[in-house]
């Protein structure tokens, strides 16, 4: 809504709908993000890190384990050499986003059997990334905007409404991210710790009906992303309808 209130004020029409949904999508966008980082994120780290501590090492990157464990900004993971290339860390961070502590021991991927590791470390840990990047872009970018909605110029800063109207296809990026995260860092289970996704073949199914099925999904998939697009666009050009 933020993102389409800024295209419409950049567009100098539908003036004051556009302060509407400037007004309303910033709000709503900032107490959203700021809850989904806390309490509901900050919860969902402790749970990880209770019961998937192998997920949360890869996800951070972390290869050896110890105390005041860093929160890994930027790096890359090197798996043949077990290590995180070029991080830029926060020391305590992550041990204190875990469990509470600073000083608290993290567990990292050498503590735990290569056979329990996930199957794509180097993806998980961007996807995982890429998702709480965005998230924390939210809260950066709504709360400048909100600052500068009080004061009564946000439909006029230039700059403020090119962020916001680029940032459109940011949430479907952060949870496609974040959809990847989940299912990335309970590999190599299907029912984490009961069965293992090497076992969750079907004698009984052939490879070709499930590379069907897949092509078949992957192809409604993308008819209605497309389909989506759109329509989505189509409504943003119609502008608001008038009720006269």
Known sequence: MAAVGAYYALDHKHRDQARLFLRVGVVAGLVSSVLVAFPTGDRQAKLVAEYQPIGLAAMEGRFEGGG???????????????????????????????????????????????????????????????????????????????????????DRNRPLLWMLMLAFPFPYIATTAGWMTTELARQPWLIYGVMRTADGTSPSVAAGTVLFTLIGFSGLYLVLGLLFLFLIVREIDRGPMSRG
Do not use: C, K
């Open 68 to 154: 005041a464990a860093a929160l890994n900004m930027i790096g890359q993971p090197n798996v043949p050499l077990r290590r995180l290339d070029n991080p830029i860390r926060i020391p305590g961070a992550l041990s204190f986003l875990a469990y509470g502590q600073f000083h608290s021991n993290v567990r990292g991927l050498d503590d735990f059997p290569v056979a329990t590791w996930p199957d794509n470390i180097e993806l998980l840990y961007y996807a995982f990334h890429v998702m709480a990047g965005l998230g924390t872009l939210f809260i950066l970018l709504l709360t400048m905007a909100a600052v500068v909605d009080v004061r009564g110029r946000l």
